[in-house]
């Protein structure tokens, strides 16, 4: 009778094999019980994975679009934070100013015009605004502060102002200076240093792109300057040793400021449909990434039960290999003598 047989290495060799096998089954099913999903995709579809694959690069665009779309909502929201506070210290200082000129006490008009100036730095500063690297009131220059200092501003204002001969000449001035086109040597060409280009277009969803406007060039922002710096002049001496006049420019720069304080809301408006549009896309967004998820899930799903089933066997086999290996590395010739 013949026999054939292997040694004893190559029978090692193919028990380690046996178990490496049994294990990697076993860590599958494993997988699949408790996850619900194949983990052999090409297998489960067939060796298609065409539609698996245009669902899965489809998800990719969309998160794609959840980055920009988030990004874009902090740049809108720290925008209204921003307009908000200059809006606020318009309608704060406004009626301070206003209620000063009326009294026509120079106590009061120093006092408020003081008030004035400092919180004309804070509005630049807001203009400055930097988020993440970005200077959000550029346009698209979003690399350095669009604003000079509000001390230079000033600076470049008084013999300007100051060579006027009347209060309503000053205020001209200020205002031409604020309002002259670029080129014009005026705020745009010397105090703003950011784009008149806006910040897009952003892509927040499929087919739909965001622009933002607003910068510190936008001539409604512009207009609460004006206020700030008419205050901060007459603090600074502007028609000093004539009452009268200073009373008067106090009073302009109150309505400057109150002023400014309507034609912020409208801003502020436009920022805000540009929040519900980043919202709605955001919303768009998940609704639709939920659906390929879903289906996603669906096409990769095994029965609970065939898996379990399948788990069970497998660990009878790697526990029948064990009790074999075990066996086997027993056996001694001695025993057989």
């Known amino acids: 009778m013949n026999y054939v047989s292997i040694g004893d290495m190559a029978q090692s060799f193919q028990l380690r094999q046996h178990n490496v096998q049994l294990k990697t089954v076993l860590n599958r099913l494993s997988e699949e019980v408790v996850t619900g999903q194949a983990q052999d995709v090409a297998e489960k579809l067939g060796g298609d994975v065409t539609i698996l694959a245009g669902i899965d690069r489809s998800l990719n665009v969309i ?11 902090v740049l809108t929201s720290t925008m209204q934070a921003s307009l908000g506070l200059i809006q606020d210290l318009s309608g704060e200082l406004g009626p301070l100013l206003l209620s000063a000129a009326t009294s026509a006490s120079p106590i009061l008009v120093q006092t408020s015009t003081n008030d004035a100036r400092e919180k004309f730095g804070a509005l630049v500063s807001a203009l400055n605004t930097n988020v993440a690297g970005r200077y959000i009131f550029g346009g698209a220059e979003t690399g350095a502060p669009p604003v000079m200092d509000s001390q230079q501003i000033i600076g470049i204002l008084q013999p300007l102002v100051g060579a006027a001969s009347t209060p309503q000449d000053a205020v001209q001035a200020l205002v031409d200076w604020f309002d002259a086109p670029v080129g014009g040597g005026g705020f745009l060409d010397l105090a703003y240093s950011g784009s008149d280009q806006a910040i897009g277009p952003l892509r927040i969803a499929e087919g739909e792109n965001l622009t933002v ?17 008419l205050a901060a002049l007459v603090h600074d001496g502007l028609f000093d040793g ?28 436009e920022i805000g449909t540009h929040e519900a549009s980043i919202s709605a896309a955001q919303a768009r967004n998940q609704a639709q990434a939920s659906s390929l998820q879903i289906v996603r899930t669906e096409m990769l799903a095994v029965d609970p039960y065939e898996a379990a089933t399948a788990l069970e066997a497998v660990q009878t086999q790697l526990e029948t290999l064990y009790t074999l290996t075990a066996r086997l590395s027993g056996l001694s010739l001695v025993d057989y003598i």
Request: hydrophobic residues 45%; proline residues 2%.
């Open 63 to 73: 998160d794609a679009y959840e980055v920009v779309a988030s990004e874009a909502g």
């Open 213 to 229: 406007g607003a910068n510190a060039a936008d001539h409604r922002i512009r207009d609460a300057m004006k206020g700030f710096a």
């Open 242 to 269: 004539d009452p009268a006049a200073r009373t008067s420019l106090t009073n302009s720069a109150g309505e400057f400021m109150l002023t400014a304080e309507g034609s912020l809301s409208a801003l502020r408006a």
